[in-house]
């Protein structure tokens, strides 16, 4: 890695004792010598192990749960449905006041996602909860579900979540959040070409090595010890203390060194059900994600669709842009509401454009909730954008890094969310990247600056 | 369920245990004998965090048998360092700032180390090769590689 | 039938934070008897090493080195408020947290060390190695190991600090979608070099050249740990990962590690990274979050090389060799 400090060398200090230093990692010696403390290094005397009975279809109701001959298994210490969880419906964001409350911490009367969690199993051993958990019977009725999100929006499409009512999440906004800069129409008008284009992706999983998971040890008094991977402490915390109708001064949570997260760790799934595990039985139950469970159960980054029309001229200029942006949350919304407006308050991308119109839909469908992940609600979004930027510098016979310095925002520029642009780096970053893969552009570009034009 | 012996030399102290029978070596070291350093990254042999070394040879613990390892010397990362003085690859590993969450790097020390018993001064390909029974996701591997070429450059200067 | 060369480039920005439900994050900041400071957050180290560059941080604002320093995080008795590790917020919300909390501190503790020395203390200055000097007469000095036994067993002083950072929550506008919904932007340019063979489909990315803009590399080394392991995963994630090849359909979803593919040690493309800092007006010493946005240019960038080398777009992720392969049968075929 190089560190090129020539530029903004105006703007930036460097004499600093301790910030910018090569120090060592306090952690590295602890991960070198395997001495770090990994939530799933606590054992404790008596633990119990959970598992998941998880269902096997899409989308279906439960006509019955017979968990007797679970119940009689040889080590089972308790066999927990839906209603033994005090709040069973929840939702993550409702600590921030987004709402509906959509979703079971164990299926009441539906599934709505293939390994959706039904019936917990709590034994003396994994192999004893896993035995169990077969025994568990649960009688389904399948329904029709639907996993392509514009078949979900249609009309007459089998309604995933009936907490929404659509299959679309409902903002203040209406069926998307809405992004409204200059008069998209008259943009297109004017421009000499115009190019629509589409873009989708498939659900990424975030494969931390670590397994998402929880250690939970009652503390003897009445208190209740988490020692969990999340990547939110309170946020967990206080989630739990809601669907388990617990005070949080009874909840302690121990963490904060995590095998790899990538956003996949922050969606509260393993602690309320080992915490109300510990409290029903008085033991130390431990409940970790198998690889297969972390695969295929655990949220991935939503697939998206995104649609980008642009009008742009003979010499260059974007003049309007729309993006409808679909993401699929699966069959609740975690963090997705979330993640769908994001992605309307980050198009049209790093570039300054007098027209433009978004609309970010949150789309629901009978799989695999997804949930953020390392560039939640943008990752997506750019690879759209960027493929879309080198078919118009194509499209008008123009260099395609030439053709982004035209457009490049600059300090001062005004965003389509109405934010002035301020700290921009984007020219500067083309620059250098313009010498290092010696990819030549015109000395007018390589002259340009980030700082407001007369700054 | 039936309860057996095992008994092995874990970094060189003599060990024994009871466990249940069809345990995993995994199972055995991390939540009987207490050594924690290999993790349970996948338990179905896919990522190579619980590797270990039976009798000079790289194996991964959660695919193994403890029953099977009766008599046997184990060596995992928690027994590499000497008096508090780490061990030429733990040493190139934070050199190399080779780690970020970790999780994989005691696995990764066991496959290089194994590597550099048998090949002290190993190309890149077989460095790679050694590597690639290991997952990280965080560091892009690059670091773990330069690591052990350090690692190895290292003892090739202290051995002359 | 050939091997093809082809290059593209991609051009982004990153928002630190999200403060779309309110973004705040706390931190305390107190000394021990012998002047070793304690940082007590609630923050999650995923990897990324904010336990080590929190340390810094408050090493740098009290003025003491970095090894006096220890991060107590992620424990709810203990640690105040931190909304979590998401959003590239880790570094720019806790680390401003820090630094008000450090700041409150290292005032208490000139305090006391101006009393022992008989003098202001706007006088003072530390001089990063664990001593308190006045300004011009560095002769007349104090250690902040006795500054700190100072305070405790004569002085009776708490050498400590609060520290709260709040981007206050930013409702959109209904129908214009005025928002703030980020604070400042982090910025990459990248260009990836493939070869495509169009025989079997398969891409193999030669080099990667990134360029990353993050306002101030804290620890070069660990900028450089994420940015590496970031440009991989890009590069993952435009030639490999799905938990859902065929979707929208359900089926042949991968449950472990060989068949949810990724790039191993023996599938590295040369990388080379070059880092430029503008520092921002919010963030901690200007740094803005880098750990996401180093992963995000490389799938645009791959994705615009492989149409440079054999003249197919593949519009849908992941690009794999069948994906190629059947865009190259249908451009044969018009
Ligand atoms: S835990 Fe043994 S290979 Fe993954
Ligand atoms: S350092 Fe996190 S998996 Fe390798």
């Known amino acids: 890695m190089e560190l090129r400090k ?59 749960i017979d968990t007797s001959e679970a119940e009689k298994h040889p080590g089972v210490a308790r066999v927990l449905t839906a209603k033994d969880v005090p709040h069973n419906v929840y939702t993550i964001l409702i600590l921030i006041q987004v709402g509906p409350e959509d979703e079971t911490v164990l299926a009441d009367g539906k599934v709505r996602f293939k390994g959706e969690a039904v019936v917990a199993v709590l034994a003396d051993t994994e192999r004893a909860a896993q035995e169990a958990a077969a025994k568990v019977k649960v009688d389904y009725e399948v329904l029709p579900a639907v996993f392509d999100m514009e078949e979900a929006l249609k009309p007459g499409a089998p309604l995933v979540n009936e907490y929404h009512g659509q299959n679309y999440y409902l903002y203040d906004s209406g069926e998307c959040r809405k992004v409204r800069f200059g008069d998209v129409e ?21 494969a931390p090595t670590e397994t998402t998971g929880c250690v939970v040890a009652p503390a003897g008094n009445d208190r209740f010890t988490c020692y969990t991977n999340t990547q939110a402490m309170f946020f967990t915390l206080d989630n739990t203390s809601i669907i388990l109708q617990m005070p949080g001064s009874k909840l302690h949570f121990v963490g904060g060194t995590v095998g790899g997260g990538f956003g996949g760790k922050v969606d509260v799934i393993v602690e309320p059900i080992a915490i109300l595990g510990a409290k029903l039985t008085g033991r130390p139950v431990s409940f970790i994600y198998s690889r297969e469970e972390e695969m295929q159960i655990s949220s991935p980054r939503a697939a998206e669709k995104v649609v980008i029309k642009d009008g742009v001229m003979k010499d260059g200029r974007i003049v309007a842009r729309k993006v409808t942006g679909y993401t699929d949350a699966g069959a609740y919304s975690r963090h997705s509401p979330y993640g769908a407006q994001k992605g309307a308050g980050h198009y049209p991308g790093p570039y300054t454009i007098p027209n433009v119109w978004i609309d970010t839909y949150c789309v ?63 020219i500067e970053c083309m620059q250098e990247a313009s010498r290092a893969a010696d990819w030549p552009v015109a000395e007018k570009y390589m002259a340009m600056s980030s700082y407001a034009k007369g700054a | 369920m039936a309860k057996v012996p095992v008994q092995f030399t874990l970094n060189g102290s003599e060990t024994a245990e009871f466990i249940d029978s069809g345990s995993t070596l995994l199972h ?35 695919l193994t048998l403890a029953e099977n390892c009766n008599g046997t010397a184990i060596t995992t990362t928690s027994g590499l ?48 090769q050694a590597l690639s029974g290991n997952i990280c996701r965080c560091t892009g591997y690059e670091p773990i590689i330069q690591a052990v070429l350090l690692a190895a450059r290292a003892n090739s200067q202290n051995a002359a | ?98 630094i008000q909390a450090a700041k409150e501190a290292r005032q208490v503790m000139l305090e006391v060390a101006a009393e022992e020395l008989e003098v202001n203390a706007s006088d003072l200055e530390t001089d990063g190695l664990g001593n308190i000097l006045v300004k011009g007469a560095p002769q007349k000095a104090i250690s902040i190991f006795d500054v700190a036994l100072s305070a405790h067993f004569k002085r009776g002083r708490s050498i400590s600090g609060r520290g709260m950072f709040l981007i206050p ?87 472990d590690f060989n068949q949810y593919l990724m790039p191993g040690p023996g599938d590295l493309a040369e990388t080379e990274i070059i880092v430029l800092e503008r520092p921002s007006a919010d963030g901690p010493y200007g740094a803005k979050g880098p750990g996401e946005m180093c992963a995000n240019p490389q799938i645009p960038a791959v994705a615009n090389a492989v149409f440079d080398a054999v003249g197919v777009r593949i519009d849908t992720l992941p690009i794999t060799p069948e994906r190629i392969l059947r865009a190259l049968r249908a451009q044969a075929a018009t």
């Not at chain 2, 969450?101 to 460095?127: W, Y």
């Not at chain 3, 990248?190 to 803009?213: H, I, P, Q, S």
């Not at chain 3, 994630?237 to 979803?253: F, K, M, V, W």
Request: glycine share 10%; proline share 6%; net charge negative.
């Open chain 1, 6 to 64: 020539n530029y903004f060398a105006d703007v930036r200090k460097d004499d600093l004792h301790e910030i910018g230093q090569d120090r060592p990692r306090s952690d590295s010696p602890g991960h070198v010598t395997g001495k770090t403390s990994f939530f799933a290094d606590r054992n404790f005397p008596g633990m119990l192990h959970l598992k998941m009975v998880r269902s096997p279809h899409h989308h279906a109701r439960i006509r019955s």
């Open chain 1, 186 to 206: 008259a943009g297109f008008a004017e421009a000499d070409h115009i190019l629509e284009q589409s873009y989708q992706s498939s659900p990424i999983e975030h």
């Open chain 1, 364 to 426: 629901y469908t009978n799989r695999t909730p997804s949930s953020a992940m390392r560039g939640f609600g943008v990752t997506i979004g750019d690879f759209a954008l960027e493929v879309q930027m080198d078919k118009l510098a194509r499209l008008i016979g123009m260099d395609p890094l030439e053709f982004r310095f035209i457009n490049a925002y600059r300090d001062g520029d005004m965003k389509a969310h109405r934010q002035p642009t301020e700290g921009a780096a984007l």
């Open chain 2, 28 to 62: 055995a070291l991390r939540d009987k004998i207490g050594d924690t350093s290999p993790k349970g990254g996948c338990h179905q042999g896919t990522c190579g965090a619980c590797s270990v070394i039976i009798d000079g040879e790289l194996r991964l613990s959660c």
């Open chain 2, 81 to 128: 360092s000497e008096g508090g003085v780490l061990h030429p690859l733990q040493r190139a590993f934070l050199d190399a700032f080779a780690s970020q969450c970790g999780f994989c790097t005691p696995g990764m020390i066991m496959a290089a180390k194994v590597l550099l018993d048998h090949t002290p001064n190993p190309s890149r390909d077989e460095v790679v």
């Open chain 3, 1 to 98: 039938m050939a091997i093809k060369r082809g290059r593209g480039v991609a051009a982004i920005n990153y928002p630190t934070g999200m403060n779309l439900g309110g973004d705040p994050t706390q931190a305390l900041v107190h000394s021990t008897p012998t002047g070793n400071f304690m940082v007590t957050l609630s923050s999650v180290d995923l990897g990324q090493g904010m336990k080590q560059i929190m340390a810094q941080i408050c090493a740098e604002t009290i003025g003491v080195p970095t090894d006096r320093v220890v991060v107590d995080t992620a424990d709810t008795d203990t640690g105040p408020h931190c909304m979590g590790t998401f959003a590239s917020r880790g570094t720019h919300r806790a680390g401003n947290a820090v």
């Open chain 3, 169 to 255: 929550r930013s409702y959109p506008e209904k129908e214009t979608g005025a928002m703030k919904p980020s604070t400042c932007y982090a910025h990459a340019c990248t260009v990836a070099e493939v070869e495509v063979d169009d025989e079997t489909g398969e891409v193999t990315v030669l080099t990667v050249k990134n360029v990353f803009e993050i306002g101030r590399a804290l620890n070069p080394k660990m900028v450089e740990q994420q940015l590496v392991g970031g440009s991989w995963m890009g590069i993952s994630h435009a030639l490999y990962e799905t938990t859902e090849p065929y979707y929208p359909n359900r089926d042949h979803g991968g449950t």
